[in-house]
């Protein structure tokens, strides 16, 4: 796969799609915008939690449905992106408040790398990892 060439205007103008796009994905997890979510995350889309547990697409957004997560806050900062031809990495920090089960999680530092595919013209996200910032 080779790395597309930073100083093009497609190249920028996919950037800022897929910063937004992210964006977007956020906003719809956090009202619990399902069919949206839907739209946004790949059929195999895997989700590693900062505890270590793997979600897929169905016990990820199944999760939301049920309201067994409940993202109360999600403010990313800037989203770093790295374009490769039909795939992208994207980065960022965020602060994160959430209701596990019926816990709250309080609001918190967090590392978020996702994996980004273009699929039938659409760009979606495949793989998602959070790390929590301790200190």
Known sequence: MTTRSPNTVETSSTIEFLRETERARLRALVVADL??????HAPDFQLITPIGVALS??????????GKIR?????????????????????????????????????????????YEQRDGQWMVVWSQATSISG
């Open 57 to 66: 697409k169905d016990e990820y957004l199944g999760s939301i449905a049920l």
């Open 71 to 115: 993202y109360l806050t999600w403010e990313p900062a800037d989203i770093a992106v790295r374009l490769y031809d039909t795939a992208a990495v994207i980065r960022y920090r965020a602060r994160l408040e959430i209701l596990f089960s019926g816990h709250k999680v309080p609001l918190s530092d967090y590392w978020h790398t996702d994996v």
């Open 35 to 40: 069919d949206r979510a839907r739209k946004l």
